[in-house]
Every structure is written in structure tokens, then in C-alpha cells.
């Protein structure tokens, strides 16, 4: 099953993602997850990576494509993976649209994780992301049990250098710009599936395990 998330920055992609990923037993892929771990290992791809995501750009297509193509020709994806952060412009989806078809492949399932923007940035301020595990936690909607500190690893929870409000009003109006008409993309494919992103992370998981099966 090859499914991909959609949905504003801070909509509960990467939640729902990982929900999916234990469920399915497939590989949770995201694109940032990837930029930020190679800005923490210090490489020159972390390095050019930075520049956009500080300002809440985009990185360009050509190197997030080229990223995202090596990770899904990997051994662990043959099943099938959960797409978080990609595709993120109409480019990148026609390029991975005609990488499936060559090889006699398709995505099955876009999901659009559906949040108003007033809703955003209170979900991003929020936001702590575990320095070690990339694990994600809201301080007051998905608290962890001891505050500061991942559940899953121990490590350091802090708040993302582009989750402070004026990066994420400018990634808001990216997402409006760029990343929104995907929604149009997959619609006419005829596997666009919506899901109300306001409630519960519970419930939301539950509207998307209802279209999985
Ligand atoms: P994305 O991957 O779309 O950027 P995340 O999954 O990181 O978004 O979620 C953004 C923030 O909102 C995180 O702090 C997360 O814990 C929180 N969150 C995710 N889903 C929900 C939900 N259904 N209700 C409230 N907060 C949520
Ligand atoms: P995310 O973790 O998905 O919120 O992504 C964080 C940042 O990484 C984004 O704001 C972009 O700067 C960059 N990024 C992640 N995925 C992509 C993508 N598919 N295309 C371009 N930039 C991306």
C-alpha cells in the first residue's frame, strides 16, 4: 500500500504517519524528518537544506525529488510506504507519478488531513519534537508523560527553529501556494480521500483506518 499525506504544516501528517506506519507495518517516509537529520549529522545536503527551511521555504525540487526517489527504491519499501511531506509542489508529484508508472506502480491513497489555518499555529507553538527520534508531541494536546523528555527514547523534546509564528505563517502561505493544488492533483486521479483533521488524533486515525480497511 503506497499512501501519501497532504495537508498544511502542522495538520497532524507526521501523527497520523507514524500511526499508519505501526499499523501496516510500512515504512513512514518524510522529507523533513530527512533534511533535519542530515542538518544535525552536518552534511552538506543538511547544510543547503537549512537555508530554505529556516525561512520557511521550500528546498527546491530537484534535490528533495532526488532524496525521496533513493529512500523509496530502498529494500524495506517493497511493501509499501506512508509518504509524509512529499510530494509538496505539482513538480514533485508528476516526477514520482512517472517513476511508479515505469515500474508498473501507483500511489493508492492520497489523505488529505484537513485543518483550518487558525487552527495551525496554535499546533505548531505547541509543537516538541524529540531531538533523538524525531517523535512529535503537543505540550497540551498529545502531552508526554514526563515534560521535555520523549516517551519513546528519553531524549530532549524542543520546539522546531521553524515552528516560531512568522516561519509558520510564511509556510502557511507556501502550503496555500504550492503544496494546496495537489489536493486538485489527486482529486482528478480519483484517490484523493478527505478526513476532518480538527478532531481527537485518535478519531482522526480511526476516519483514516475506515478508508485503509
Ligand atoms: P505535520 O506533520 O502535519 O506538520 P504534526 O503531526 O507534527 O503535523 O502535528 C503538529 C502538532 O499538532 C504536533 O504538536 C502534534 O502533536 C499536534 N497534533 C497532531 N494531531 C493533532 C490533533 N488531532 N489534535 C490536536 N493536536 C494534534
Ligand atoms: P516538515 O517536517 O514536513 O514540516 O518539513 C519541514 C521543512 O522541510 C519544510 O518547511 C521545507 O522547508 C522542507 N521540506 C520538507 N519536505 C519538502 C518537500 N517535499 N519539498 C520541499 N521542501 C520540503
Known amino acids: 500500500m503506497k499512501i501519501i499525506m497532504?495537508?498544511?504544516?502542522?495538520?497532524?501528517?507526521?501523527?497520523?504517519a507514524k500511526m499508519i506506519a505501526d499499523k501496516y507495518s510500512i515504512?513512514?517516509?518524510?522529507?523533513?524528518?530527512?533534511?533535519r537529520a542530515n542538518i544535525k549529522n552536518g552534511t552538506e545536503l543538511g547544510m543547503e537544506a537549512?537555508?530554505?527551511?529556516?525561512?520557511g521555504q521550500?528546498?527546491?525540487?530537484?534535490?528533495?525529488?532526488?532524496?525521496l526517489l533513493d529512500r523509496v527504491a530502498k529494500d524495506d519499501c517493497s511493501n509499501g510506504y506512508v509518504l509524509d511531506g512529499f510530494p509538496r509542489t505539482i513538480p514533485q508529484a508528476e516526477v514520482l507519478d512517472s517513476e511508479l508508472t515505469k515500474i508498473g506502480d501507483k500511489i493508492d491513497y492520497a489523505i488529505d488531513v484537513d485543518v483550518p489555518d487558525e487552527n495551525i499555529v496554535n499546533r505548531m507553538s505547541g509543537r516538541r519534537a524529540c531531538v533523538s527520534c524525531g517523535a512529535t508531541y503537543h505540550i497540551v494536546h498529545i502531552p508526554p508523560k514526563q515534560q521535555g523528555i520523549c516517551d519513546k527514547c528519553g531524549s530532549e523534546l524542543i520546539l522546531r527553529d521553524d515552528d516560531a509564528p512568522e516561519t509558520v505563517l510564511k509556510r502557511l502561505k507556501v502550503y496555500h501556494?504550492?503544496?494546496?493544488?495537489?489536493?486538485?492533483?489527486?482529486?482528478?486521479?480519483?484517490?484523493?480521500?478527505?478526513?476532518?483533521?480538527?478532531?481527537?488524533?485518535?478519531d482522526v486515525f480511526k476516519a483514516i483506518t475506515a478508508i485503509l480497511g
Do not use: C, N, W
Open 6 to 16: 497532504l495537508g498544511a504544516p502542522g495538520a497532524g501528517k507526521g501523527t497520523q
Open 27 to 35: 515504512p513512514h517516509i518524510s522529507t523533513g524528518d530527512i533534511f
Open 50 to 55: 537549512k537555508k530554505y527551511m529556516d525561512k
Open 58 to 67: 521550500l528546498v527546491p525540487d530537484e534535490l528533495t525529488v532526488r532524496i
Open 177 to 202: 501556494e504550492q503544496t494546496q493544488p495537489l489536493i486538485d492533483f489527486y482529486s482528478k486521479k480519483g484517490i484523493l480521500k478527505t478526513v476532518d483533521g480538527t478532531v481527537d488524533s485518535a
